[in-house]
């Protein structure tokens, strides 16, 4: 059902957001700039705000520049992910209370006898159609020869037969 695949998407959801923010926080503090000068590119490491320009980043240190364009990157990531995961969050918590279940039970008990809820859980179903006894036609009667696994006797077995 839809419950099942929002849970799935928030779990994979939940992981990303994890990965994003593990990020953030092995990343060097600042940011990258990126600048072309005489046709190529430099990377510039931008500790602080007020540090317009930055300290150049050697080639050989190309790791830091990705570091730094990663944790950009996971910011603008988590920024966008982060209430998509809570709108998600909040249908799962929608749809996993039951509104006709507090509905039916806030009324008193003998208001609740005399009324049928219009949602059942799968439990209370069977429960149900368990509890309504089987009234045999009188102008057709049945030959029951075989038994179930709950020891009742029926007419015809259900057992699943391989097709070839």
């Known amino acids: 059902m839809i419950l099942e695949e929002l849970q799935k998407e928030q779990l994979r959801l939940k992981s990303l957001l994890m990965s994003a923010k593990k990020d953030m ?18 990377f ?4 602080n705000t007020k540090d317009r320009s930055g ?19 996971a910011a603008r ?10 709108k998600i969050t909040e249908l799962i918590n929608e749809y996993e209370a039951n509104p006709s279940k507090v509905v039916f039970e806030a009324q008193n008990e ?3 006898q005399l009324t049928t809820p219009y949602i059942m859980s799968d ?11 089987f009234v045999p036609n009188p102008k057709f009667p049945e030959s029951k ?20």
Do not use: C
């Open 25 to 42: 926080e092995q990343a060097p503090q600042g940011s990258l700039r990126i600048t072309h000068t005489d046709g190529k590119v430099r």
């Open 44 to 47: 510039r490491h931008r500790e």
């Open 55 to 73: 300290t150049y980043i050697p080639k050989d240190q190309l790791s830091t520049a990705k570091a730094l364009a990663q944790k950009a990157y």
């Open 77 to 86: 990531f988590i920024k966008t992910i982060t209430p998509k995961l809570d």
């Open 110 to 112: 003998i208001r609740q």
């Open 123 to 133: 439990e209370e179903f069977a429960q149900k159609w368990l509890s309504i006894p």
């Open 145 to 164: 020869d075989q038994t179930t696994a709950n020891g009742e006797k029926v007419r015809s077995n259900l057992t699943p037969t391989l097709m070839m």
